[in-house]
Each structure stands twice: as C-alpha cells, then as structure tokens.
C-alpha cells in the first residue's frame, strides 16, 4: 500500500464548477501538507502549503487537513479552462529537520475544465 | 533569476550507454533533490543533497549516481541505461535550513524527457 493515496482521475468539469481533489495518507508522522500544480510538460509548482490540522485559503482555493482522518482536500471554486492540470498532493515529517524536507507525493490527479 | 534549469531537455539513449543530468539552480539553495516521474506514480525521490559534497539515497535510487561539487550544481548520472529508467526526470531545490525549516517550498526544473531503446 501506497503511503499517500490520490485518485488520478481524469477529472473534467464545466467551466465555473467546485472541484474537489483529495489524498489519503497512512503515516502519522506527516504534518506538513502541499498541493503542487503542473501544467501539461512543465514541472510543479507549490500551489498551497498547510501545516497540521486546519484549513487555508487563497483566493479560489482552499486546502483542508483532517489528520483525524489522514485525509486532506483542496478546493478549487469557480473553476476556469486555465486550471486544467495535474495536481499532485506531497506531504513531509519534519522531526527536528531531520527529513530533510524529503517529500512524498500522490499519484496527481489529472483536471480538465472545459468552456 | 533562471531559477532551476536542467540540462538536456530530451534524451534517447540505447540500452547500456550512459549519461548524465544537470541541474542547475540559482537561488542559492542548501537543498537539491532528483525526482522521476511515470504515468500513475506521481514523483519518486532518487537522491537528495543537504549541502555542497553531500548526497543521499531517496525511494528509488538503484541504477543512478549523483554528485554535488558545487552548491548550485546536482548531477544525475545513469551508468548502464536500462529501458526501465524511461521517465521525466525532475530536479528540484529548497533553502533547506537556512530558510529556518527544512520542509520548506521545493522549486522544480522544467524536467528531462528520457527514452531508453
């Protein structure tokens, strides 16, 4: 079993819908939780960054961690064409520094929104 | 401010030869990583770098060699090219440390198309 679990979709939705992308995780130890975007033969690029419990907002987005649950969430709300990507949850224990920062990913979830 | 830069773009290599990955960042970052990414796997850490002269295993490190002689270089080497190591190799890196936070945003390169025959 994969430490981090994400659906890979393919995800299409109408222009202007609510979307929701999800992970799953099995490590306890993961406190530091990020949503990366990529676009179509680009590499990432950090989309939201939460640390714990809680949730985060920027703008159309918002990031949710339940660590309850080992289950994290981002919203994307009015969804546009230019959101079409790959989002990939990643996630990181930090105990002392010792990680290193070292990040585990999610499959990505591949997201259309079309016109 | 390039940020971090890899060279070469697209590659196509032969069973058995050999190469070599550059990455080079600009933005003075403690930390350097190597990631592959395949279709249904999302990224998977190969080796990592925590300073200048350092390097470490990550997930899947079997068949690649790194070297870090310069803070702003990270090297990828593969020895024996195997159809296997078909991928897009991503390199990335964070202040690390010296950002006061080790988990800290990791900036990725453009990637390299790899094929191996």
């Known amino acids: 079993q994969k430490e981090v679990e994400q659906d890979p979709g393919p995800l299409s939705v109408p222009e202007g819908a609510i979307v929701s992308l999800n992970c799953t995780y099995s490590n306890s130890a993961f406190q530091y939780f990020m949503w990366y975007r990529q676009y179509s033969r680009k590499g990432p690029e950090l989309l939201m960054y939460t640390y714990s419990s809680g949730n985060k907002e920027d703008g159309r987005f918002t990031a949710q961690v339940d660590k309850s649950s080992k289950y994290i969430s981002l919203f994307i709300r009015d969804s546009q064409p230019s959101d079409s990507a790959t989002y990939l949850c990643a996630m990181s224990a930090d105990a002392g520094g010792t990680s290193y920062g070292k990040l585990t990913f999610g499959q990505g979830t591949i997201l259309t929104v079309h016109p | 401010n390039a940020g971090v830069t890899q060279t070469p773009k697209f590659r196509v290599l032969k069973t058995g030869q050999s190469m070599t990955l550059l990455c080079a960042q600009d933005?003075?970052?403690?930390?350097m990583y190597w990631y592959r990414q395949d279709p249904g796997m999302g990224l998977r850490l190969i080796h990592y770098s925590v300073g200048e002269g350092t390097t470490a295993k990550g997930e899947v490190p079997d068949g690649y060699n790194v070297s870090r002689l310069k803070k702003q270089n990270f090297l990828l080497g593969l020895e024996s090219a195997a159809p296997s190591q078909t991928s897009v190799y991503f390199c990335?890196?964070?202040?690390?440390?010296?950002?006061?936070?080790?988990?800290?945003?990791?900036?990725f390169g453009p990637g390299t198309r790899l094929t191996v025959l």
């Open positions: 990335a890196s964070s202040r690390g440390l010296a950002g006061g936070l080790s988990t800290d945003t990791q900036y």
């Open positions: 933005m003075n970052h403690e930390y």
